[in-house]
């Protein structure tokens, strides 16, 4: 029976030879004996997302972007925030409705996949956005950040 594993995103903070903190979550992660293969914990200031186990435990490691890199295949993260934020308010929400209404239902695994891809969207949207921005621009550049996120999830092996 496969375990069930929590997914959270995240910058590290710190690290040391069995564990890290992610910035906003209190307490260490620390890496499971269980793990296999046994992740390898990268440099502070790299956005990961992570799986825990019931336990409290890291069972793996995915690097999402690090501080000193822009993503793989894509715009450095700053300079398509911006592009979001300069939309026009609610274009994002619009297209995603028209979209959403021609599909069959999602799947179990696709809506978590989804709202993991919208949780980390969310977490970067609050840390790199304007905090003046208004609620529906931040919704707006949040879903598309989160449709962006869920494109990466979901491609071709």
Known sequence: MAQQLETIGGTIERTNDHGFTLSGRPGWLNISK????????????????????????????????????????????????????????????????????????ATREEVITRLACLKAATHLAVTALPADMDAVTMTDATLRIADRLEAWATRPA
């Open 34 to 105: 269980y793990a296999d293969p046994v992740p390898t914990i990268p440099a502070a200031g790299t956005w990961v997302v992570v799986a825990i186990d019931k336990g409290g435990f890291v069972r793996s490691i995915q690097i999402a972007a690090t501080s000193a890199a822009p993503l793989d295949d894509g715009p450095e993260p700053i300079d398509y925030l911006d592009e979001i934020a300069d939309e026009p308010r609610g274009q994002h929400v619009a297209e995603m409705r028209e979209r959403v209404a021609n599909e069959r239902p």
